[in-house]
């Protein structure tokens, strides 16, 4: 059964014109070969950038951050949902704590009464919880994202330059439905051209595209992914770890040539990193951030995660909203990129500690959504941190437990040698602990499956 907002073409906005201002003749020609793909997916999704030239140009390069700060707070002072805190708000530490269930009741509150719609999309965010969250994103913002991706990369040595003839990035999913589809990648232009469209039917002027991709052979037959994926090849790919991983069977890995591969939205296991780095050859940047906050922060190795120098901030605080101060805490986020949604003293739902390193703030132990502790048959406290540390060690590439309100533990685990980390927890918690082993990160659930869950 295909739901609804799956349909092909069933939502239909825009003209091409408007999706993609300006857009030269062999541009349109090379995204309708993609498109028309033999082997290409079912596209389910027509999206544009939006931007006109200037617009482009404004998005490649990153906003001033010399005292952004002030300004920043300016606006949210005046957003409705301060109305009543007026007077009251000046230092950073004045602002209340704001979770995401406040901005499901009331996305409008923070949206500037001056912001400029014109430049809005609407995305969305299921979150660890499944509750979806609509947002205002700015056009030039998501467009900017590219960029600072492109900068980060640069740093690692990668030398990423437009080429028509493969795709500038491949977004990959792997999940039951999910929206596909192919757009022009604004301003990632390879300069003068490839000399002409040629046999491919390739852009003449050189304008590089990108794709969101369904890896899930129950929407794409495996053979015409690879197919699609040999003729194609993507320089990037990027996707959460469960996507990722699938990038790893072999008659798929054997046609991909990435550049670079970038890992989000779900904690990236030192084990499949380094399963992805052996196999292709390139760096793996980690990039952590939220839908609501944009970006926050990366690492290219499995040490702590380097604070973006982007208009982020990020506090930590203890379950009393408090300054946790060097102890961990749950991460706190001011976040000044997305004009349409200025967020102050955002709760992230994630946990970890703040640290230095190399003279930047950096976040360690990061642990995704709610702090959950497990507890020994003596009654003990035990960190998942410990926990994680057991499965890292064994290899694992995924994993989701559960605690039972026995104490009893399910481990549901992903690669690697599963019956050593439950040993170890076993011993660890001293509580019967149920092992389920799966061949694949996927094989968890698909979405945002919790790693660790304690039930009462």
């Known amino acids: 059964m295909l739901l609804p907002h799956y349909v092909p073409g069933s939502t239909v906005a825009l003209s091409d014109d408007e999706r993609w201002p300006a857009l030269p003749a062999a541009a349109r020609a090379h995204l309708d070969s993609v498109l028309a793909h033999p082997a290409a997916p079912v596209w389910r999704h027509r999206v544009g950038h939006r931007l006109d030239p200037a617009a482009v140009e404004r998005a490649r390069t990153e906003l001033p951050t010399d005292d952004w700060l002030p300004a920043h707070l300016d606006a949210v002072r005046e957003l409705p949902a301060y109305r009543g805190l007026r007077g009251r708000l000046h230092a950073l530490d004045d602002f209340p704590l704001v979770s995401r269930a ?33 947002l205002p994103d700015d056009i030039e913002d998501v467009a900017r994202t590219f960029w600072l991706v492109h900068r980060l990369l640069a740093g690692l040595g990668v030398d990423w330059r437009p080429d028509p003839r493969r795709l500038a990035l491949a977004l990959v999913v792997h999940q039951r439905q999910a929206f596909t589809y192919v757009s022009p990648v604004p301003g990632f232009i390879a300069e003068g051209g490839d000399g002409g469209a040629g046999a491919t039917g390739r852009s003449a002027d050189g304008q590089t595209l990108m794709a969101r991709l369904n890896l899930d052979p129950r929407d794409w037959p495996t053979t015409d992914r690879i197919a699609f994926l040999r003729d194609q090849d993507p320089q990037l790919i990027s996707g959460n770890p469960s996507s990722l991983a699938t990038l790893l069977e072999p008659a798929t890995a054997a046609v991909l040539n ?143 437990l559960v605690q039972r309100a026995d104490g009893s533990v399910t481990a549901r685990v992903a690669g690697g040698d599963p019956e050593r980390a439950a040993r170890s927890i076993r011993a660890l918690l001293a509580q019967p602990v149920e092992l389920d082993r799966v061949a694949r990160p996927i094989d968890l659930g698909e979405g945002k499956p919790r790693r660790f869950l304690r039930e009462s």
């Not at 400029?116 to 979150?127: A, E, P, T």
């Not at 955002?346 to 976040?363: F, K, M, N, Q, W």
Request: net charge negative; hydrophobic share 45%.
């Open 258 to 400: 990435p550049l670079a591969i970038v890992s989000g939205a779900l904690h990236l296991t030192p084990a499949l990193r380094a399963a992805l780095e052996t196999r292709f050859g390139v760096p793996v940047l980690d990039l952590y951030g939220l839908h609501e906050t944009r970006p926050i922060a990366w690492r290219a190795d499995d040490g702590p995660f380097r604070v973006l120098d982007t208009r982020v901030l990020v506090e930590t605080v203890d379950a009393a909203g408090r300054p946790a101060g060097a102890a961990r805490g749950e991460l706190v986020v001011t976040a000044g990129s997305n004009p349409l949604l200025p967020l102050a003293r955002y709760r992230t739902g994630d946990h970890g500690r703040l640290v230095e390193r190399d003279g930047r703030p950096a976040i360690a132990d990061l642990e995704g959504r709610e702090h959950v502790e497990f507890v020994t048959a003596g009654g003990r406290a035990i960190n998942t941190v410990d926990l994680t540390q057991y499965l890292q060690d064994a290899g694992a590439l995924a994993w989701s």
């Open 102 to 134: 406040e901005l499901a009741a009331d996305i409008g509150g923070f949206v500037p009464r001056d912001a400029d719609l014109s430049r809005l999309v609407q995305g969305s965010s299921s979150g660890s919880t499944g509750a979806a969250l609509r």
